[in-house]
């Protein structure tokens, strides 16, 4: 077996060099990046494919600056905070406060989500208004609340540094621009998948969940909760805007469309990694599974609520099976993969 791999890597190996004929000290490395892109593009059993835009397909380089940026304060007007400070990989890229502030601690008014399999939401923010990945880090980068800085300055400041005009020119073909800079950054958070949880496992047959977790997901997913109605799919949300009970006097979905239909709605989050992304809801103020689910067994306490929305009468047992059944979509591989850490 042993003797068969090094054999078919010596045919590989010389098949490369007699269709690339670069020099055999390059070859392993091109058979390493080829692993990392397959690795870092496959989509776990059962999930859609990820549509990458036209204009930004997956590369390896522009992956690599994208990680690069994701994790530099340099993006913030005075260097102090970086993407990563409220979107901690370890937290799934979400992170433990209700709000986080922003550069010189102003203060945030939304509780930062995770971006667990952000690749596959249509829009962005929990209103929606932002279509696509690339068009959203103008908002963080832009916001006086965040980093409180503007697009041009910081290419003119990434220009300065020799490691990130190699890397761009490296990724692009050109000086750092706020197109390479966008596009760049995207690349890196399309490839922050989650599909390893032992739900998951459980799913494709490898793994058994407890009876209480199976006894919750049950639950879950029947008409006596609904929860399924609006939290549906492999991602665990249908995308769509709802008023889930929760009225905090933040307008939602109103501020971008003034319908007053509209108030109060959010985007449906994902549940997945959800233990790992206390505090919950647009303003964080739950702060535990429990407190939410305690929110959802009283029927929600807003009168502009959804109609999906009732009294649900589930025992404490119940309430502790759904609980369960939530925290097994932790994916313990996604949190400790070293890809996608600085
Ligand atoms: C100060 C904290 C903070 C920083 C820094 C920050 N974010 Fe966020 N991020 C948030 C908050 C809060 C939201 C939710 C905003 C809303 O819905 O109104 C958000 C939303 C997002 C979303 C949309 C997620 C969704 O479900 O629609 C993405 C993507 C994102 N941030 C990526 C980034 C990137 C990339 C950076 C760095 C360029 C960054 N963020 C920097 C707090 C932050
Ligand atoms: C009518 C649609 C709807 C139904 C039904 C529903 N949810 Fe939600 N859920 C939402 C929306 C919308 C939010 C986000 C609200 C916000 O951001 O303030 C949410 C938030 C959550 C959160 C917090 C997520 C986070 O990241 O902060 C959890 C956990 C959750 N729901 C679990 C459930 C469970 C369990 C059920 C069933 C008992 C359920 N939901 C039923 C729409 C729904």
């Known amino acids: 077996m042993y003797n068969k791999d090094i054999f078919n890597r010596i045919i ?11 020099s055999k000290k390059d070859l392993p490395a091109i058979i390493e990046n080829e692993d990392i892109e397959a690795e870092l593009t496959r989509v776990p059993e059962g999930f859609e494919s990820i549509l990458y835009p036209e204009d930004n397909p997956f590369t390896l380089s522009k992956w690599e600056l994208g990680k690069k940026l994701f994790y530099d304060p340099v993006l913030s ?18 992170d433990d406060q209700a709000t986080t502030n922003g550069v010189e601690n102003r203060p945030g008014t939304r509780n930062s989500p995770s971006l667990t399999n952000v690749a596959y939401h249509p829009y962005y923010t929990r209103e929606g208004g932002v279509p696509t990945l690339e068009m959203q ?19 003119e ?3 300065e540094i020799t490691e990130y005009v190699e890397m761009t020119e490296d990724a692009f073909g050109t000086e750092m621009t706020p197109f390479a800079l966008t596009r ?9 998948i989650s599909g390893n949880s032992p739900y998951d496992l459980h799913n494709r047959g490898d793994a058994s ?6 006894k919750g ?30 009225d905090s006097g933040d307008i939602g979905r109103m501020r971008l469309t003034l319908d007053s239909a509209d108030y109060a709605h959010f985007k449906v989050p994902s549940l997945r990694n959800i233990e790992l992304t206390v505090p919950y809801m647009h303003d964080g103020s739950f ?14 306490s807003s009168d502009l609520k959804d109609p999906l929305l009732q009294p649900l009468g589930l025992s404490d047992s119940e309430i502790g099976d759904i609980i369960n059944f939530l925290k097994s979509l932790t994916d313990q591989e996604f949190i400790s993969n070293k890809n996608f850490q600085e």
């Open 287 to 300: 702060s535990s599974l429990r407190e939410v689910i305690n929110h959802y067994n009283a029927g929600g």
């Open 137 to 155: 880090i103008l908002i963080p980068i832009q916001e006086h609340n965040e980093f409180g800085f503007n697009i041009v300055e910081a290419c």
């Open 12 to 22: 590989l190996l010389v098949g490369l060099v007699l269709l690339f004929s670069c």
């Open 77 to 94: 007007v005075d260097f102090s905070i970086s993407c990563a400070t409220c979107h901690k990989p370890e937290l799934a890229f979400s």
């Open 217 to 246: 997901m049950t639950l879950f997913n029947s008409s006596k909760t609904n929860c399924s109605s609006c939290h549906s799919g492999f991602n665990f949300t249908d995308y769509s805007f709802r008023n889930n009970g929760y």
């Open 209 to 214: 969940l407890s009876s209480s977790a199976l």
């Open 184 to 192: 760049a950054l995207a690349t890196f958070e399309r490839t922050l």
């Open 157 to 159: 400041r990434l220009k």
